[in-house]
């Protein structure tokens, strides 16, 4: 999925994650919390997620407030990585730049040996964010760009939808 982030003056950014499923009816993803996107969301935790598939010509945008995941989730999810995953999160300082390849795999070295015969603990600066949706929006392609595009929102009573022009 596409989640577009702003930092506090509004500066807008986007990139593809993994969507890693419902937690509560929020919808989650992992990342470093020291990455872009991480620091993004600590200055402003509103966000937006696409789902996009070319191939059905269909779409689904949620917006909403990004939280992080509770710890049990994360260590959860955490645990059940790929131990070169476990180790990469423990070697890679996410968005920051790096002098060289060498110099990550150095750091990769340093953690398998940090952690060699023991399981990998969840780093604290890595884990998972969940969007909790404010307002979810279908795209579905149509003849003659007449597509059709419905709005849905929360309310006390559910959720209300509206049909969207095209």
């Known amino acids: 999925m596409t989640l577009a982030t702003a930092t506090a003056d509004a500066r807008p950014s986007a990139r593809t994650v993994l969507y890693k499923g419902l ?3 929020a919808l989650c993803f992992v990342s470093n919390y ?4 991480g620091q993004e969301l600590e200055q402003n935790p509103h966000a ?3 789902f996009f ?3 059905l010509n269909r779409q689904v945008r949620i917006e909403g407030r990004v939280e992080r995941a509770p710890e049990a989730w994360s260590d959860r999810y955490f645990a059940g990585r790929e131990r070169s995953s476990q180790i990469g999160a423990w ?3 996410q968005s920051q730049v790096i002098a060289s390849r060498e110099v990550l ?3 990769i070295a340093e953690a398998e040996a940090r952690f ?3 399981p ?3 780093p604290p600066f890595w884990g998972g964010y969940c969007l909790r949706p404010e307002r979810v929006e279908f795209w579905l392609a149509q003849n003659a760009r007449l597509h059709d595009r419905y709005a849905y929102r929360p309310s006390a009573s559910g959720w209300e939808v509206e049909r969207l022009s095209p």
């Open 23 to 25: 937690s509560d009816g």
């Open 34 to 37: 020291g990455s872009n996107k």
């Open 48 to 50: 937006a997620l696409v």
């Open 53 to 55: 598939w070319a191939g």
């Open 91 to 93: 070697a890679s300082a």
């Open 105 to 107: 795999e150095a750091r």
């Open 116 to 118: 060699l015969g023991q």
């Open 120 to 122: 990998v603990p969840r």
